[in-house]
């Protein structure tokens, strides 16, 4: 029963994974280039980040003492190479202390595989979806800022836009409009544009909304450089933007042009007005969301892309494995940049079918 150093047949089996775990850790982070070099008398050395404690699970945890000149986010951003060496899908990574030390969590599944259920709206924020970690992302609706949203069809888009469109329209402080090509998002805000009807109509009904902000603008009080969320948040949402802007150049360059006109003012001065632009597309191409139009968007969210060009356009900071996992990323995954959070792997929430959104703006109305 008891082993030579009086040990069950549990601790020593314990003990070995303690130790399977801390080699392939080391293996591992050598291989990533988790190192840090030091010359010594005998030559150059590397030394890895040291795993202090082991807590087997599940779920497996590490606690890890940094190298000094490592950030929790050096950690991170070599994840997705050591996991596969540890036997893992992916790995949590949580600061603990000032920085000098994290725990690493062994992940064996993908912790967003699963749908995420729409919880009830409280509260003064909305919710963009949950972390890895089971965290929720919320936002203020002043904070959101301009959005951008972006991802192949059947990625999760109008997913995300039921959700928050639906939690947007429980608040009294927000109107929502916008063109909508396809007709079916927007179908239930009276007011906005549906159906790519004749092009003039939607380039005067963007001009309106235009001359509505340049008179907020002057309504803004003398003592701020910004209207009060009270007066109203108008949230403008421009579904297919891409496919709107190629329809009206199609028809009349110079529809088209004024279009984009008043979508460029709408977002370079809307904000103070209290005008929110959601401007939504399969791709973020270069050429129709230009770099001045996605630097003013604050919140911005990329779906399933094929191309991971496509997801550098909305997320510069992104690390390159990050980006081509994206390309197989199942509906509703996102990666999302929002104010004052580094980039998130996120699952949008899930209210429901087509048919749960409409019932939700109605019953707000
Ligand atoms: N957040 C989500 N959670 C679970 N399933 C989702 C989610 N988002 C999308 N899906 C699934 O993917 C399908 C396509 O999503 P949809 O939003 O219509 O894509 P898109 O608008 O990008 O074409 C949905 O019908 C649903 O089955
Ligand atoms: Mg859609």
Redesign the pocket.
Known sequence: MFGRRGLTAEERADAEEVQRLTHAWDRACQGAGLVREVSTVTGPTVLVPEITFVHLGPPDRLTVRLQPGMVPADVQAAASRIAPHMGAYGLRVEPRGIGQWVIVTLLYSDPLAE??PFPLVSGDTVLLGTDESGQEVTQTPTDLGHIAVQ??????????LYALLSQLAQRPEVEITGVDPSGILLRPFSGAMLGLGEPGVIADYLSRLVAGMDKRITSIPLDRDYLPDADGLLFVVLEEYPGLLRYLDAADPKIGKRVRGYVARLLAEGRKAGIRVVLVAQRAEASVIGSTERGQCSTRIT?RVDNHDAVKLLHPDVDQDTAAAHASAL??IALLSSPGRPLTRV????IG?YGEYVQRIGSAA
Do not use: E, N, Y
């Open positions: 749908t995420q991802g192949a069809t059947g990625s999760g888009k109008s997913a995300f779906f509906p509703g699952r949008a929430p899930w079918g």
